[in-house]
């Protein structure tokens, strides 16, 4: 089975730093994603780890810990155009299909509400 | 380049009747998936593929299928709706073997009455 646990929100102001936490407990890891979606749209893509470590992407950067089975968003400079909600994903291996693919197993999501 | 393609983007269904959500994707993707998301609830797996003639459940499959007899399409059944099945459905595809980039399409908004 797969756990995934993440805030359900968080308010931060406009220009501030703001961190989104996520651990995980999930068979077959095979990498951690995390997606922005905002009300009424699709996910979009931000930022992927699948070795620990920081990975930095202009205002957002993304850490994970495997053994802790931990990893965390970081939102620099925050935007008001960044109040959406943030999604941690655990891609799992796919049965015996073969590959680096695997389905996404998500977690609830964080709502982010940035304040002027 | 039109990525992944969802259609309709809102339909109404009377309990009991049956529809089609298509899903199709020009990237040569061999991954494709169903979600559905509910409030509070996340987004959760209903269905997956990878490549043409191969589908698997995910975490919630009942009341839906699915097949893929192409690599670009894979529509989602549901055979005879419930109320339950009021959410928003997301269709998401990816390359199976590059290790990145699941690419969602913009939604199906249903409405079971």
């Known amino acids: 089975g797969q756990n995934i646990d993440q805030p359900t929100e968080m308010t931060a102001t406009e220009g501030a730093i703001v961190q989104i936490n996520c651990t995980y407990q999930?068979?077959?890891?095979?990498?951690l994603f995390w997606y922005q979606q905002h009300a009424g749209e699709a996910p979009t893509f931000l930022s992927y780890n699948v070795l620990d470590g920081l990975e930095e992407k202009g205002r957002f950067s993304s850490f994970l810990s495997r053994s802790k089975g931990y990893s965390y968003l970081l939102l620099k400079e925050l935007q008001m155009k960044d109040s959406a909600s943030y999604l941690c994903?655990?891609?799992?291996?796919?049965?015996?299909?073969?590959?680096?693919?695997?389905?996404?197993?998500f977690g609830k999501g964080t709502k982010l509400s940035v304040k002027p | 380049n039109a990525g992944v393609t969802q259609t309709p983007k809102f339909q109404v269904l009377k309990t009991g009747q049956s529809m089609t959500l298509q899903c199709a994707q020009d990237?040569?993707?061999?991954?494709m998936s169903w979600y559905r998301q509910d409030p509070g609830m996340g987004l959760r797996l209903i269905h997956y593929?990878?490549?043409?003639?191969?589908?698997d459940q995910g975490e919630v499959p009942n009341g839906y299928n699915v097949s893929r007899s192409t690599t670009e399409d894979f529509p989602l059944r549901l055979l005879s709706a419930a109320p339950s099945q009021t959410s928003v459905y997301f269709c998401?595809?990816?390359?199976?073997?590059?290790?990145?980039?699941?690419?969602f399409g913009s939604g199906t908004r249903l409405t079971v009455v």
């Open positions: 999930t068979s077959g890891f095979n990498g």
């Open positions: 994903a655990v891609r799992e291996r796919t049965g015996n299909y073969g590959g680096s693919q695997g389905n996404l197993i």
């Open positions: 593929s990878v490549g043409a003639g191969i589908t």
């Open positions: 990237m040569n993707h061999e991954y």
């Open positions: 998401a595809s990816s390359y199976l073997i590059r290790g990145r980039g699941y690419t």
